[in-house]
């Protein structure tokens, strides 16, 4: 049995297959570009772009898997959260090819995806397990009890992790995406030599996530250079990267202690940080906690999460359904089609 996953709530157009016997067979992505000269996402482009580029995408995915698409008997796709007009082109190509060869589709919460990501690799850990994810628009802390049975135990209640990187990183002056190049120019950076606040680190009970508040210390502190040269741009991403790993470690202890479990997933975009993955590894095993993350091609926003989880759902609801068109931006992860 083969499901195809569709991917498109951003700028990344990911189409994948996945076979209920030997698993992950494909998983394609197409990265744009354009965007890099705007400094940061638009929209209406992403959304053009998806246009242009999933039908030629879904042609070389089964291409070279030698499928051809009435092989597929299911086809899951990204329902949200993330950009409308992204959303849209997703969910109208897989119904129209869901309705053209009679086969169900399936609406995935791409929040779901990234939390599940980790079941694609040969080491994952069993239920439950806590799952920290760490992307542009989200920072979350979730205990995954089974499938498809969740509980949030922490929000950013205002900027992510992500953004907050990429936003610093424009201020730096450097080119989108702006947290990965921060990162590259941090590891020049003199550790300590800067010190930046850890944002809501006083109540043990509050899992929620801020950081707006130390976006605008690290905006104010930068200000008050007339010229940044390059040691004292690499010194200040440095402190501003050490602030949030630390921060989003010391949320992740309190959860897992809280919670008594001793499993911790990294997911996300951001979770491909070699600072984060090294000093969570590093910290939390002195707790006798395992840490798990995906390689870096499931960490960033991909079809492969969406087909498996897609084929799980598939297992479990009629086949022979076909849900109505559904894109919900805001998308909770409480929600369960």
């Known amino acids: 049995m083969l499901i195809m996953g569709i991917e498109t709530s951003c700028d990344d157009t990911a189409i994948s297959i996945y076979d209920s016997k030997y698993g992950l067979l494909s998983n394609n992505v197409y990265s744009q570009k354009i965007h890099t000269k705007y400094g940061g996402i638009v929209p209406e482009l992403a959304a053009r772009q998806h246009l242009k580029k999933i039908i030629p995408l879904i042609k070389k995915t089964l291409f070279l ?36 060869l009679k086969i169900p589709v399936i609406p995935i919460n791409h929040i779901e995806g990234h939390l599940l990501s980790i079941m694609l690799e040969k080491k994952h850990p069993n239920f439950p397990f806590i799952v920290l994810i760490v992307s542009g628009g989200n920072t979350q802390l979730i205990y995954a ?7 949030i135990l922490g929000n950013n209640i205002d900027d992510a992790a992500g953004e907050a990187l990429d936003k610093i990183a424009i201020i730096l002056g450097l080119k989108f995406p702006g947290g990965k190049n921060l990162s590259k120019i941090a590891k020049f950076g003199i550790s300590k030599h800067f010190i930046f606040p850890r944002p809501m680190i006083k109540d043990k009970n509050n899992l929620n996530f801020s950081f707006s508040g130390l976006k605008t210390f690290a905006k104010n502190f930068i200000n008050k250079y007339t010229i940044l040269d390059f040691q004292t741009k690499a010194d200040i991403a440095c402190a501003f990267e050490d602030a949030i790993v630390e921060t ?24 491909a940080n070699k600072k984060l993955r090294k000093y969570l590894t590093k910290e939390l095993k002195k707790n006798n906690i395992e840490v798990f993350y995906s390689t870096n091609k499931l960490c960033t926003d991909n079809a492969a999460m969406i087909a498996y ?3 799980q759902k598939f297992n479990k609801k009629n086949k022979n359904k076909l ?14 089609k």
């Open 65 to 100: 898997n030698k499928k051809k698409i009435n092989d597929i008997n299911g086809i899951a796709y990204t329902a949200g959260p993330g950009l409308i007009n992204s959303l849209m082109i997703g969910a109208t190509v897989a119904h129209t090819l869901g309705f053209s």
């Open 145 to 151: 009890y089974k499938f498809g049975k969740y509980k």
């Open 248 to 271: 989003l470690f010391i949320k992740s202890l309190w959860a897992l202690k809280k919670y008594n479990i001793t499993k911790l997933v990294i997911a996300g975009g951001v979770s």
């Open 309 to 311: 989880i897609g084929m």
């Open 323 to 336: 849900y109505d068109i559904f894109i919900n931006s805001k998308l909770s992860l409480n929600y369960d």
